[in-house]
T-cell receptor, first 117, second 113 residues
């Protein structure tokens, strides 16, 4: 399995509950990205990690959203006190290095479909 | 801020027709430009890219040329096939630290036999 993997593939939760979404990037990729895909907003960039560090968290939609990356590998996106407007597909991508620096490709995972009831 | 505008469709064509999907962008500096494709039931995958002005990206018969003077990156294919039916996303990256991709809304392409 050489690609980006995400778990769970589907998550249904009740409003107000916390959820954790996981991303396993391609081995050796130092850059990791989270995006959200929804009908109303299209594809939105949320946050970027270079190694374990996220230089800019301003893309996160609210302070209920947080993300971390440990060991330069796995990343988790946590949404606290979920709301119905959080329902979307959450995509993770990884790349060898900064996309614009080397024109590098971002490889996307299959996504986690989150439904908040 | 950065933005990408593309025709949303759906765009419906007959097999072997010529395809153009328009994409224009607004960005600071000199962005890299991309077309991603999402086939039914599959994840996003890179179709082609261009990293500087006048570069032409090409793959699977698709082409797009980075036009700085018109801030455009239109996707073209001379003869489409049913298997090209998918959603196509134009995107840019301008770096500067955040380095995420800014996507257009996506164009749903339907090719009829």
């Amino acid at each position: 399995g050489a690609g980006v993997s995400q778990s769970p593939s589907n998550k249904v939760t009740e409003k107000g509950k916390d959820v954790e979404l996981r991303c396993d990037p391609i081995s050796g990729h130092t850059a990791l990205y989270w995006y959200r895909q929804s009908l109303g907003q299209g594809l939105e960039f949320l946050i970027y990690f270079q190694g374990n560090s996220a230089p800019d968290k301003s893309g996160l939609p609210s302070d209920r959203f947080s993300a971390e990356r440990t060991g330069g590998s796995v990343s988790t996106l946590t949404i606290q006190r979920t709301q119905q407007e959080d329902s979307a597909v959450y995509l993770c991508a990884s790349s060898l290095g900064p996309t614009s620096g080397i024109g590098g490709e971002q490889f996307f995972g299959p996504g986690t479909r989150l439904t908040v009831l | 801020g950065n933005s990408v505008t593309q025709m949303e469709g759906p765009v419906t064509l007959s097999e072997e027709a010529f395809l153009t999907i328009n994409c224009t962008y607004t960005a600071t500096g000199y962005p890299s430009l991309f077309w991603y494709v999402q086939y039914p039931g599959e994840g996003l995958q890179l179709l082609l890219k261009a990293t500087k002005a006048d570069d032409k990206g090409s793959n699977k018969g698709f082409e797009a040329t980075y036009r700085k003077e018109t801030t455009s990156f239109h996707l073209e294919k001379g003869s489409v096939q049913v298997s090209d039916s998918a959603v196509y996303f134009c995107a840019l990256s301008s770096g500067g630290g955040a380095d995420g991709l800014t996507f257009g809304k996506g164009t749903h392409l339907i090719i009829q036999p």
